[in-house]
């Protein structure tokens, strides 16, 4: 189902705050932080879901964008947030999104 304008910037709002209650980095407590921090991420997590990528595929994309593009060091819980949001992210567009693309 292809989106229009306001179903892809509701879709587009919906995976921001998804990833805004992940926050990997732990900005989104601060008062006044932009709630863009994590947009970069947000077209390449939508891409995987429309293409019905597993768990763990997003949960490698999830891992790159942890350890590789914001530079923050393996945690022993990383793994299990990583899934946990993997997961999330899974449902929220298999319940909501199926089938969609802009």
């Not at 863009?36 to 947009?39: A, G, S, V």
């Given at each position: 189902m292809r989106l229009n304008k306001s179903e892809s910037r509701k879709r587009w709002s919906e995976i921001r705050s998804l990833w805004c209650e992940w926050d990997p980095i732990g900005v989104m407590s601060m008062p006044d932080w932009p709630r863009?921090?994590?947009?970069s991420y947000l077209g390449p997590t939508l891409r995987l879901l429309e293409k019905d990528a597993s768990v763990q595929e997003v949960m490698q994309y999830l891992a790159w964008a942890e350890l590789e593009h914001m530079g923050l060091s393996e945690s022993p819980q990383a793994h299990t947030r990583r899934q946990a949001f993997a997961t999330q992210l899974k449902e929220w567009y298999e319940k909501d999104w199926a089938d969609s693309h802009v």
């Open positions: 863009d921090e994590y947009d």
